[in-house]
């Protein structure tokens, strides 16, 4: 009669949680670029429909994107109106990011 012993049990319960523990840092790195490169492709789309908005004078008014940086609520809003103060409320569209996100704005200049 051969079977396995409680020796070789361990092993390759060791050996296989050994493998699960190295597998988690690298599917935490996919899944936080993964999210990096939705909220980007969702800026870049929503920015893209307020200038084909604007373009088209979609209820003969202007649209923008409106990135609030608040790190308690990271968000961006498209909006309808002349600006984000004189929008329409009513025809917003909030986009919520996770808190795991932070929108930082950064203007250079290099002008004379």
């Known amino acids: 009669m051969r079977g396995i012993t ?41 920015i893209r429909i307020a200038q084909i908005r604007s373009m088209a004078r ?23 109106g002349p600006s984000y103060s004189g929008r329409d409320s009513a025809k917003d569209r909030v986009i919520d990011l996770e808190r795991v996100f932070s929108i930082t704005v950064n203007f250079s200049g290099g002008g004379s």
């Open 6 to 46: 409680i020796i070789e049990l361990i092993l390759v319960m060791a050996l296989l949680l050994s493998l699960a523990a190295s597998a988690i840092p690298i599917y935490s790195s996919f899944h936080i670029s993964t999210q990096l490169r939705e909220v980007v492709s969702q800026a870049a789309q929503t």
């Open 58 to 80: 979609l209820n003969n008014s202007s649209h923008g994107v409106y990135f609030d940086t608040a790190p308690d609520h990271p968000s961006f809003t498209l909006y309808e």
